[in-house]
């Protein structure tokens, strides 16, 4: 059994299996900005309740657009490809027909994910999507963006950007 104290600072773990004997390398990457699976799943990543509720929410204390800027997401990959939006309130719901900014991509649920903007940072959140959204190549349940993070949901990634009005 490997623990953090055996793994210390390595980048990368060998081991022989006990019942093979097969020899199985492990890459540890960890970065201070790395994606971490949480189980169990804390409350600001939780669903309330459900997703079409979430459209109607008009509840924007503790979000806001920030001043002086705007911003935008734009699909860099995927069938809805060169598409820029820009933020015209601060909580967006991502999916296809019915989301804030409705994606034409069929691998991509009617509510995907959630974005709120707090000033220069946005709020992620997979909203119990059938094939995810991924940060840093990893599924999450939920991440924060900055200026010229990408992310991606289906098909599609798509960059966020910060830029003044």
């Keep these: 059994m490997l623990n953090d104290a055996d793994l210390g600072a390595h ?19 960890r970065k201070m900005d790395s994606t971490v699976v949480m189980t169990p799943l804390p409350s600001f990543a939780r669903a309330e ?19 002086g800027k705007k911003v935008l997401l734009t699909v860099t990959t995927g069938p809805s490809k060169g598409m820029v939006y820009q933020f015209t309130k601060p909580r967006m719901i991502i999916g296809r027909k019915g989301a804030d900014l409705a994606l034409e991509d069929p691998e ?4 995907h994910c959630m974005l709120e ?13 059938t094939n995810g959204t991924f940060y840093d190549e990893e599924r999450t349940r939920a991440a ?3 200026d010229g993070t990408e992310f991606r949901i289906g098909s599609s990634n798509i960059r966020v950007s910060f830029e003044a009005l």
Excluded: W
């Design 49 to 67: 309740g459900t997703h079409s509720n979430l459209m109607q929410k008009d509840d924007y204390s503790g979000l806001s657009l920030p001043a």
């Design 144 to 146: 924060f963006l900055f």
């Design 117 to 129: 903007v707090k000033e220069n940072a946005i709020s992620l959140r997979d909203l119990d999507s």
């Design 108 to 111: 991509i649920s009617r509510h």
């Design 11 to 29: 980048n990368k773990v060998q081991f022989n299996c006990s019942k093979c004997g097969k020899a199985t390398v492990i890459e540890i990457r």
